[in-house]
């Protein structure tokens, strides 16, 4: 069974930086797409980063030139290197993968394009 833990989350002040990660488990499994997640008390969960096999990437807006998402398909490692944090940034961080033997046309941050979801990673931004 396949399995996907995060780490990496913490509390800093506005304008540090951290880098989450996000590791499969449960066998040689690649898939062609992952992403990263992220709910904020009273609102919904919204995709901040996508990546493909290809290493395409995708970003919201509010994240573009200070987040990258990458990943090291040798440990089965997706990483969300996250810079000049803000306080709106304040959220728990989830990685999410496509399911195996799926096809992917590209990276996505829609939640349907996910099957498997790791527990999350709480950031929390001080001002």
């Known amino acids: 069974v396949q399995r996907l833990e995060e780490s990496g989350g913490g509390s800093l002040q506005s304008g540090g930086s951290l880098r989450l990660s996000c590791v499969v488990s449960?066998?040689?499994?690649?898939?062609?797409?992952m992403g990263w997640f992220r709910q904020a008390p009273g609102k919904e969960r919204e995709g901040v980063a996508g990546?493909?096999?290809?290493?395409?990437?995708r970003y919201i807006d509010s994240v573009k030139g200070r987040f990258t998402v990458s990943q090291d398909n040798a440990k089965y490692t997706l990483y969300l290197q996250m810079n000049s944090l803000k306080p709106e940034d304040t959220a728990m961080y989830y990685c999410?993968?496509?399911?195996?033997?799926?096809?992917?046309?590209?990276?996505?941050?829609?939640?349907?394009?996910?099957?498997?979801w790791g527990q999350g990673t709480q950031v929390t931004v001080s001002s």
């Open positions: 990546i493909d096999t290809r290493d395409s990437t």
């Open positions: 449960g066998g040689a499994y690649r898939p062609c797409r």
């Open positions: 999410a993968a496509a399911a195996p033997d799926t096809y992917c046309s590209g990276s996505s941050l829609h939640e349907f394009d996910y099957s498997l």
